[in-house]
Nanobody, 126 residues
Framework: QVQLVESGGGSVQAGGSLRLSCVGS????????MGWFRQAPGKEREGVAA???????LYYADSVKGRFTISHDNDKTLYLHMNSLKPEDTAMYYC????????????????????WGQGTQVTVSS
């Protein structure tokens, strides 16, 4: 069982930046596939970015390519660096994990993850 705790959300103006963090209860760097997802009111949860074991490979949704960067320290913390934020980035952001022994065929699909955090809210005003 893995517990994940996100932090770093907040309210910013368009064009601003935020860094989200997700701390795991266990060592996740080499043992888990990790991802960031978001869900806006009335919309389905969508994949934002994902990272393989040991820091790679990396995957990004088209809507965030060139603006967001996913990274993982050598221990338990996953990051999402968000630049040039837009109002349409407003959502609850979740991190997720999947044990490396499981299949990870669609890294940006929520169905490929077993463990979820409670989320952190990001609000971008125009």
């Amino acid at each position: 069982q893995v517990q994940l705790v996100e932090s770093g959300g907040g309210s910013v103006q368009a064009g601003g930046s935020l860094r989200l963090s997700c701390v795991g209860s266990v060592y996740t760097y080499s043992n888990y596939f990790m991802g960031w997802f978001r869900q806006a009111p009335g919309k389905e949860r969508e994949g934002v970015a994902a990272i393989g074991r040991g820091g790679g490979p990396l995957y990004y949704a088209d809507s965030v390519k060139g603006r967001f960067t996913i990274s993982h320290d050598n221990d338990k913390t996953l990051y999402l660096h968000m630049n040039s934020l837009k109002p349409e980035d407003t959502a609850m952001y979740y991190c997720a994990a999947r044990w490396y022994g499981s299949r990870w065929t669609i890294p940006l699909s929520p169905v490929n993850y077993d463990y979820w955090g409670q989320g952190t809210q990001v609000t971008v005003s125009s």
